[in-house]
């Protein structure tokens, strides 16, 4: 109940169109109720007493209680529905919105796919609860108490006969339930492993195809989706035992209820009529008893999916903005680290160990060293996509926490080794940080990215639609479209992460072109495995292990007998070689 009561705030304010629903469902049962009463007086007052004429009356009075009980079971329905789906409209919005706002850190640990089953199938169950669930149980109590009441009022040794196979029920429906959840929560498991395969089957398809593993990914689908169909199977043939069995205590009641009621007529302690109304009413209470189990069902469903979307909801959210952040400074881009030590996980060792350096505005900072060095770590607190434990990261002379988070990092502008790309026209990929940039500005920022002339070159230009994750563009095209885009934010600071090195050596200089372009004026770190990347920069960093081991320019890193030097030997000894070999 705790787990409603925390997501109360998506579905109290639509409150009046569940009372309305239930107010209707109370009409819908009190009439089906009606029916067999009025058969009862069919029989007993008309055909056995002879009141022919009534008739008439009656099948119309019939007719009108029918037509009013359509007009509400209209309503009931119409209205459950709505207030089940305009509540998950408003929870599906609340989960996007906080996804958006949750940090690098959460992301590190969430899994797509289980994110996209809570977004999808819990939001699902919690609202096949809130239209149907909760007035199912409002209509099985309902149902069961008035038909009760009925019977009692006809006859009470009867009802109390009829009533003691309802014990049964109850265990093998308890039974059922014990059996069929667990089942299908199997189901359930097992689709979210098959939706994982096909999933991770089109994103890595490139892998898959080119180390030939096809057969192996069939094989593997095959076992997953056996692995469901057997889930399937063994819920669905729980459910088929289950229907015939709560039929056959049905009928049992039924026999019991004619034998016993028949003797009641004989001996003219019960009309007719009333037998045949006890006829229609004991199926009233059975199979409502059959559908308490899939209530309950449905009910612990929801709680579970519950539980599940308020994990996201109550998230917290490590980066936030302070009240008074700065939002209207205009950012010059100074950026300093002082003694800045990162851990991202607290039993690891740290990322980054008193990290200082300065970085005025409009030089150029080279990051070099080993693979996993802590390159990207420094880049990432820049943007606060992830806080120090130690020290501060200041731009302009200010803390970044000072600054409005969007301020912040819509002055940041990345390049990535891998450019992200939306499966949209490539205008709006361009446009993605600056949605109001004119198309002169589109064109002229990707002119200067080198990009203009393969982008006019493609069937709709501008408006070329492109696949998921930028497909039907080359490694080197994409970048191209990354870096218009980055020059169209017109960032202060501006981080090449790795930009150049997916792509062939021709590709390389087009792109280096666009980057001296898109550098002028801005702070830029450049981060590189390549010397030939950095080497002009105004300050190289050397890491190692998460620390500085060395700074300084190119020429002077040299002659240090140091990392720079070692890694400067490796990349250009060959060429010396050659070149010793070949001179001119
Ligand atoms: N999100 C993260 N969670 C936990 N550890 C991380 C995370 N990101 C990076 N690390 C760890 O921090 C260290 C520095 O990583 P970083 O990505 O900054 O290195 P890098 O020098 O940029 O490496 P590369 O050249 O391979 O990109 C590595 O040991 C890495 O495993």
């Given at each position: 109940m705790d787990t409603f009561k925390k997501l109360k705030s998506f579905f109290w304010p639509y409150k009046r169109l569940l009372f309305i629903s239930l107010l209707a469902l109370l009409f819908v049962t009190g009439i089906t109720v009606v029916y067999p009463i009025v058969l009862q007086i069919t029989i007993d007052e008309v055909v056995l007493g002879e009141r022919y004429p009534l008739i008439p009356f009656l099948a119309f009075g019939f007719i009108v209680i029918m037509a009013v009980k359509g007009l509400a079971t209209y309503f009931h329905q119409y209205l459950g529905e709505l207030f089940g789906i305009k509540s998950v409209y408003d929870l599906r919005n609340a989960l996007y919105k906080k996804l958006q706002k949750l940090s690098f850190k959460y992301y590190d640990n969430a899994k797509t796919g289980d994110l996209m089953s809570r977004l999808t199938s819990d939001v699902e169950s919690f609202r096949a609860f809130l239209s149907f669930g909760f007035s199912s149980v409002v209509r099985i109590t309902l149902i069961i108490l008035i038909s009760l009441g009925v019977m009692f009022y006809y006859s009470v040794p009867l009802a109390l006969v009829t009533m003691a196979s309802m014990p049964f029920l109850v265990v093998v429906t308890a039974r059922f339930d014990k059996q069929v959840h667990p089942a299908f929560r199997g189901v359930r498991k097992s689709l979210g492993r098959l939706n994982t395969r096909v999933q991770e089957n089109v994103s890595g398809i490139h892998t898959v195809k080119s180390l030939s593993r096809e057969d192996f990914e069939i094989g593997r689908f095959a076992n997953s989706n056996q692995n469901y169909r057997d889930h399937y199977l063994h819920t669905a043939s729980i459910w088929a035992k289950f229907f015939p069995l709560m039929e056959l205590l049905g009928n049992i009641s039924v026999v019991v209820l004619l034998g016993y009621g028949g003797h009641l007529v004989i001996q003219g302690d019960l009309q007719p009529g009333e037998l045949v109304a006890f006829f229609s009413l004991v199926w009233y209470i059975v199979w409502p008893l059959t559908d308490f189990g899939f209530v309950i069902n449905q009910f612990s469903q929801a709680k579970a999916s519950g539980e599940r979307l308020l994990e996201i909801l109550e998230q917290r959210e490590d980066i936030q903005e302070i009240?008074?952040?700065?939002?209207q400074t205009q950012i010059k881009g100074h950026v300093t680290f002082e003694d800045v030590t990162l851990t991202?996980?607290?039993?690891?060792?740290?990322?980054?160990?008193s990290i200082s350096f300065d970085a005025p505005p409009g030089k150029v900072i080279g990051l070099i060293g080993a693979?996993?060095?802590g390159k990207t770590s420094i880049t990432q607190l820049i943007t606060r996509f992830y806080e120090p434990e130690q020290g501060s990261v200041l731009i302009d002379g200010h803390p970044?926490?000072?600054?409005?988070l969007k301020t912040l990092r819509r002055n940041i502008g990345f390049v990535l080794q891998e450019a992200f790309l939306f499966s949209t026209t490539i205008l709006e990929n361009i446009r993605y940080?600056?949605?109001?940039?004119?198309m002169d500005e589109v064109m002229d920022a990707a002119k200067r990215a080198q990009a203009h002339d393969f982008i006019i070159d493609m069937?709709?230009?501008?408006e070329t639609l492109l696949g998921?994750?930028?497909?039907?563009?080359?490694g080197g095209q994409k970048q191209r479209i990354a870096i218009a885009r980055a020059i169209l934010i017109n960032p202060r600071i501006l981080v090449l992460d790795?930009?150049?090195?997916?792509?062939d050596m021709e590709t390389e200089f087009k792109i280096q072109k666009a980057l001296r372009e898109v550098m002028k004026g801005r702070t830029t770190f450049i981060i590189a495995h390549r010397i030939s990347a950095l080497k002009h920069a105004d300050e190289i960093l050397v890491l190692e292990d998460g620390k500085v081991v060395e700074r300084g320019v190119h020429e002077n890193l040299l002659k240090n007998g140091g990392t720079y030097q070692r890694i400067y030997d490796i990349q250009y000894q060959d060429q010396d070689t050659v070149l010793e070999k070949h001179p001119g």
């Open positions: 009240t008074n952040a700065k939002k991202y996980v607290e039993e690891d060792d740290a990322a980054l160990k693979t996993g060095a970044v926490q000072q600054y409005g940080g600056n949605p109001d940039a004119t069937p709709n230009g501008y998921e994750r930028g497909m039907g563009l080359s790795d930009a150049t090195s997916a792509v």
